[in-house]
T-cell receptor, first 114, second 111 residues
Framework: EAGVTQFPSHSVIEKGQTVTLRCDPISGHDNLYWYRRVMGKEIKFLLHFVKESKQDESGMPNNRFLAERTGGTYSTLKVQPAELEDSGVYFC????????????FGSGTRLTVV | QKEVEQNSGPLSVPEGAIASLNCTYSDRGSQSFFWYRQYSGKSPELIMFIYSNGDKEDGRFTAQLNKASQYVSLLIRDSQPSDSATYLCAVNPSGTYKYIFGTGTRLKVLA
């Protein structure tokens, strides 16, 4: 079984530019989550999809962040325009049913905004 | 007060010893508790989850949960240098699908 795949693994962009991160969950996993870890802080929840629907987006920092999951398969997270404080590691995770037995995380995208 | 608190460490233990990692949480209604291991630059990897008060054992790992005291711990027996990593405690609040993470405890197992 392939794991959760994220790309790019690294991205360096200038302040004001746009970046799009992609996540491919494990096949058959209806639940997809985005998390972020900024330097020195804990991993924080951004949002949760069930299939193509946003179930909970309470963690999205502001309207510069847009997440989509068209067709209920892969998901994208767009940051536009990027700010310095958006730098961090963005993790995607997926689970089959609820959270009972834990998520499987992807290896993350390290975003650096300069 | 942080929602999930862990000592950042590093916690250093000699090879073969028991490593004890602790985590406290503030939401008394939390239902599920998870321990993840994260090697530097890698993704968090699920080690164990626990729902009920008491102990849950899986190989060299034992998770302990005390809901009355709002703490969860992870014991690693016969620690190996390959166990050196950051251990993340995650709590799933009741009624949500999200996890609240602690900042993690860095464990060093000395050969």
């Amino acid at each position: 079984e392939a794991g959760v795949t994220q790309f790019p693994s690294h991205s360096v962009i200038e302040k004001g530019q746009t970046v799009t991160l992609r996540c491919d969950p494990i096949s058959g996993h209806d639940n997809l989550y985005w998390y972020r870890r900024v330097m020195g802080k804990e991993i924080k929840f951004l949002l949760h999809f069930v299939k193509e629907s946003k179930q909970d987006e309470s963690g999205m920092p502001n309207n510069r962040f847009l997440a989509e999951r068209t067709g209920g398969t892969y998901s994208t997270l767009k940051v536009q325009p990027a700010e310095l404080e958006d730098s961090g590691v963005y993790f995607c995770a997926s689970s089959q049913v609820g959270t009972g037995s834990g998520y499987t995380f992807g290896s993350g995208t390290r975003l650096t905004v300069v | 007060q942080k929602e999930v608190e862990q000592n950042s460490g590093p916690l250093s233990v000699p090879e073969g010893a028991i490593a004890s990692l602790n985590c406290t949480y503030s939401d008394r209604g939390s239902q599920s508790f998870f321990w993840y291991r994260q090697y530097s630059g890698k993704s968090p990897e699920l080690i164990m989850f626990i729902y009920s008060n008491g102990d849950k054992e899986d190989g060299r790992f034992t998770a302990q949960l005390n809901k009355a005291s709002q703490y969860v711990s992870l014991l690693i027996r016969d620690s190996q240098p390959s166990d050196s990593a950051t251990y993340l405690c995650a709590v799933n609040p009741s009624g949500t699908y999200k996890y609240i993470f602690g900042t993690g405890t860095r464990l060093k197992v000395l050969a």
